[in-house]
């Protein structure tokens, strides 16, 4: 399930410790975060669909796609991944390309090409993808996993903004710094976050 934009600010504002920060300052940060995570994780784990139609390869995904993982046919295969070039070969350079239920899966320039055979029906498509967001939006993408992460970059990144004249911003900045490092191993680490720190209890 995506996170939206109020379930961050809500997040956010529950764990400031009485901080109130100025209008349109937790969108700054908020979009700082998005940027470091994403440069940092190598984007956001995500999973698409689409849903195929007779005798069509090609299907447009969203530009802000940076990876596939894997693909697979809802009830059916996992496809094996092949590139544009074998697709090319085995699709487009004849004139009455096979149909059915496709085996392979290749990726070129925003599309997804399913082939080998190409669809000769409605098949529903899952695509495992990681993706890239560097600005925020009122409907954030990014998986729940992500929330505690996305929730301690923005906190660390408003004590920041005020630690130069706050000995207890320069301490909260620091603790939110440390959980944001935290979060960031948790990720990378593939694990369920478990978290037993209070800052995220209910």
Known sequence: MAITKADILKSVVKRLGGMIPAPGEIDTELGETLAELTSRLGGFYNQSNVLTTASTAGYTLSDNIKSIVSVWIDGGNV?????????????????????????????????????????DDAYTVYI?????????GEYIRPADRYLASITAGVIKRLWQGRAAADERAQSEANKWHVIFEQEIEILRAGQSRVLKIKYWDA
């Open 79 to 119: 496809l094996e991944m092949g590139d544009y070039t074998d697709y090319r070969q085995t699709v487009e350079s004849t004139s009455s390309p096979t149909t059915g239920e496709p085996t392979k899966w290749a990726y070129e320039k925003g599309t997804i090409y399913l082939y080998d055979p190409i669809p």
């Open 128 to 136: 495992d993808n990681y993706y890239v967001q560097y600005t925020p």
